[in-house]
T-cell receptor
Framework: DGGITQSPKYLFRKEGQNVTLSCEQNLNHDAMYWYRQDPGQGLRLIYYSQIVNDFQKGDIAEGYSVSREKKESFPLTVTSAQKNPTAFYLC??????????????FGPGTRLTVL | KNEVEQSPQNLTAQEGEFITINCSYSVGISALHWLQQHPGGGVVSLFMLSSGKKKHGRLIATINIQEKHSSLHITASHPRDSAVYICAADYGGSQGNLIFGKGTKLSVKP
């Protein structure tokens, strides 16, 4: 079945360590996104990528880095520079349609807790 | 500032009731999305609409462009509808420029 997978579902790290969250899709979508969700707040865009080897900062990119070496994969690294990394992270993908919005398909999410 | 406001924040209903969740946005948009987030965190896209009304099973989404307002209706609600419902507005421009509401937590009691 086509879809988006994120792993792991729960992740624990010590403060000061970098951690990489995985996101893989087999929907053949060009665009991929990373969102962060905090209690009582809407989803906020961290990074997005419209095509392989290209990505753009979202609203809250500081302390995060991404790569897009393959169409299927868009890993997110939470660096030690991110001041409050404990959150729920959602990955999404879509088929961009010439600048028009398109339905985004979401992964199951990864809950990161920094101890 | 582009904003999205949802109401109510929390909603409790009895099974079978008709549910309405509201979403208002501040300026013109190119599309509005309704999403459903299950207790485990997974998010599913329910609707994307730019005008009029869409229906899928017991779910109906409407949008009024002039009033900058959208509603999500659930007919004959069921406990399995319990989830957080999120609206997100696309204000155009580059891809990924969605502004999300804070969500409405719906609990349907049997």
């Amino acid at each position: 079945d086509g879809g988006i997978t994120q792993s792991p579902k729960y992740l624990f790290r010590k403060e000061g360590q970098n951690v990489t969250l995985s996101c893989e899709q087999n929907l053949n979508h060009d665009a991929m996104y990373w969102y962060r969700q905090d209690p009582g707040q809407g989803l906020r865009l961290i990074y997005y990528s419209q095509i392989v080897n290209d990505f753009q900062k979202g609203d809250i990119a500081e302390g995060y880095s991404v790569s897009r070496e393959k169409k299927e994969s868009f890993p997110l690294t939470v660096t030690s520079a991110q001041k409050n990394p404990t959150a729920f992270y959602l990955c999404a993908s879509s088929i961009p349609a010439g600048g028009l919005t398109d339905t985004q398909y979401f992964g199951p999410g990864t809950r990161l807790t920094v101890l | 500032k582009n904003e999205v406001e949802q109401s109510p924040q929390n909603l409790t209903a009895q099974e079978g009731e008709f549910i309405t969740i509201n979403c208002s946005y501040s300026v013109g948009i190119s599309a509005l999305h309704w999403l459903q987030q299950h207790p485990g965190g997974g998010v599913v896209s329910l609707f994307m609409l730019s005008s009029g009304k869409k229906k899928h099973g017991r779910l109906i989404a409407t949008i009024n462009i002039q009033e900058k307002h959208s509603s999500l209706h659930i007919t004959a609600s069921h406990p399995r509808d319990s989830a957080v419902y999120i609206c997100a507005a696309d204000y155009g421009g580059s891809q990924g420029n969605l502004i999300f509401g804070k969500g409405t937590k719906l609990s349907v009691k049997p």
